[in-house]
């Protein structure tokens, strides 16, 4: 018997581990808050995480960066013109899928050499969709495909029609490039060298 997810968080649930976050509000999609014994089981993880790839290494150095950094940031490594994906939803389930993948996977069973996924605009996704009549792995009807920026967007100020549009974090490593030039004139390190960060 597999457990499902259902099964699995409330176990957690009841053992302290994670709690659906704002529970007593509805909860929130795909978000959980570490309980007691959740926290203190992260932050043993991390600990020994820390200790086996920064402290015990002679070649390494640490480094924790803000999750919110300048928008030119993401700009300039291509993730607000790039970071996203083309997706459809079930629309039964609303699972959501990647209409490439879906296509990708439909032209594996119909060969058709004249086909390039990467090169479809979204249009022509829609058109694939309808023509070829492709349905979820559910086997249900599909919306038409949209652009999901993965990149989570917010805003920073106090005062209305002021305020910064900022990005978190798309990845973990961002801090760690822009940050770079300050590491080696602060810490004398030599390459090769390493940065860690969690």
């Known amino acids: 018997m597999q457990a499902s997810m259902e099964d ?8 302290g581990f994670v709690y659906p976050t704002s529970e007593i509000y509805g909860g929130l999609t795909s978000s959980y808050d570490y309980g007691p014994a959740g926290a203190e089981l992260l932050r043993n993880i991390r600990n ?6 920064v402290q015990k290494r002679p ?4 480094l924790d960066s803000q999750i919110l950094l300048h928008p030119n940031t993401w700009v300039a490594s291509g993730h607000v013109s790039s970071f996203n994906d083309p997706l459809v939803e079930d629309k039964k389930t609303h699972k959501r899928y990647r209409v490439d993948h879906l296509i990708e996977s439909w032209l594996a069973k119909h060969p058709d050499d004249s086909f390039v996924v990467e090169d479809l605009t979204l249009e022509q996704m ?7 009549d492709l349905k979820s792995p559910d086997g249900n009807d599909l919306t038409a495909p949209q652009k999901f920026n993965l990149l989570f967007e917010t805003k920073l100020g106090v005062v209305e029609g002021e305020k ?4 978190l974090r798309g990845e973990t490593a961002q801090g760690i490039f822009t940050n770079f ?9 030599s390459l ?4 860690g960060q969690i």
Do not use: T
């Open 48 to 53: 020994l995480w820390w200790k086996f790839f």
């Open 8 to 15: 699995i968080v409330a176990l957690c649930k009841r053992r």
């Open 59 to 62: 070649d390494m150095v640490g």
């Open 126 to 132: 829609a058109e694939f969709i309808k023509k070829h």
């Open 181 to 189: 030039k300050n590491i080696v004139n602060s810490n004398r390190v």
């Open 164 to 167: 910064s549009e900022l990005y």
């Open 192 to 195: 090769p060298f390493g940065v």
